[in-house]
């Protein structure tokens, strides 16, 4: 019977971390051993940690490959978010969408308030919630998003697009109502919105209200259209506030910036849908 030295017993193992592609536990293999050498930890414990590391550095890879793929300009969290500067918003609201129901029922979120008030920072930490929870996310500006259905459009791939669009647990559109839709974008959007209706959960953001989409898409009837969909399984949140990026500088801004008033956010008169109840914030229909 041949005998199995101790080191050729550690070589057999680091030969298998590698091949099983295991970097952190082999990386940690001669700390560990010297440990259970040393009586701190047994064999059980041993295992237990090599593991659990190397399962953390696999998740930390994936949630940094799935924000790549999100193409979020930056990451922010809701832990970086200063709910003590924007009274006006229910912090419990927000951290219960956080839990990422809405995503479940595909629902659209509607973050409303002037420029500099958290809106894209809101978007984007639950946008970050939804990667580390394993959704597929995709955050694109509304005009970004024009620009590529319309080179789709150009190039017959429109359908293509669409359906990779779709794809996406949560679509993210930021900055509706900052730069002018270009002609024909309002009908592009609407085949994206029309697509995902009732299938998929997007977050929108703008500084313009409802009754003022009709300007920003350049068709009271393509935003009525679009409104009809995106409101009527929708949690809308009014952020009414100053600028958290011009806090420094607010004695230097004209009277008329610091009145922020409300948006307006009446949307134009549907028929068909009786309003339904949503158990964490306002609901359209």
């Known amino acids: 019977m041949t005998l199995t030295s101790p080191s050729s017993r550690v070589d057999n193992i680091r030969h298998s971390l590698v091949g099983l592609r295991m970097p952190r536990a082999l990386e940690m293999l001669d700390a560990t051993l010297r440990r259970i050498e040393q009586g701190q930890i047994d064999g059980v414990e041993a295992l237990d940690e090599l593991l659990t590391e190397e399962l953390s550095l696999r998740e930390n890879r994936r949630i940094?490959?799935?924000?790549?793929?999100?193409?979020?300009?930056?990451?922010?969290?809701?832990?970086?978010?200063?709910?003590?500067?924007?009274?006006?918003?229910?912090?419990?609201?927000?951290?219960?969408?956080?839990?990422?129901?809405?995503?479940?029922?595909?629902?659209?979120?509607?973050?409303?308030?002037?420029?500099?008030?958290?809106?894209?920072?809101?978007?984007?930490?639950?946008?970050?919630?939804?990667?580390?929870?394993?959704?597929?996310?995709?955050f694109v500006a509304l005009a970004d998003l024009v620009a590529q259905l319309a080179k789709a459009e150009r190039e017959g791939t429109l359908r293509e697009r669409i359906r990779f669009l779709c794809r996406a647990s949560l679509l993210v559109v930021d900055e509706i109502g900052?730069?002018?839709?270009?002609?024909?974008?309002?009908?592009?959007?609407?085949?994206?919105?029309?697509?995902?209706?009732?299938?998929?959960?997007?977050?929108?953001?703008?500084?313009?209200?409802?009754?003022?989409?009709?300007?920003?898409?350049?068709?009271?009837?393509?935003?009525?259209?679009?409104?009809?969909?995106?409101?009527?399984?929708?949690?809308?949140?009014?952020?009414?506030?100053?600028?958290?990026?011009?806090?420094?500088?607010a004695a230097l801004l004209p009277e008329n910036v610091h009145a922020n008033s409300p948006i307006n956010s009446a949307a134009p008169k549907r028929r068909g849908r009786p309003p339904t109840k949503h158990p964490i914030g306002q609901k359209h229909a």
């Open 178 to 249: 900052y730069l002018p839709v270009t002609p024909g974008g309002g009908n592009l959007f609407f085949q994206l919105v029309n697509a995902r209706y009732e299938k998929g959960a997007m977050i929108l953001t703008s500084n313009r209200g409802f009754a003022e989409w009709g300007d920003i898409f350049g068709s009271p009837v393509v935003a009525t259209a679009l409104l009809d969909r995106l409101l009527h399984h929708a949690i809308v949140i009014q952020i009414e506030g100053s600028s958290y990026r011009m806090r420094e500088h």
């Open 64 to 138: 940094r490959a799935a924000l790549r793929m999100a193409r979020l300009p930056v990451v922010k969290t809701l832990a970086g978010f200063d709910f003590a500067f924007q009274p006006s918003l229910d912090r419990n609201r927000i951290m219960a969408l956080a839990g990422l129901d809405f995503i479940a029922r595909a629902e659209v979120i509607h973050l409303l308030g002037p420029p500099g008030t958290g809106k894209s920072h809101l978007a984007t930490a639950l946008a970050v919630e939804a990667v580390r929870a394993g959704k597929l996310v995709y």
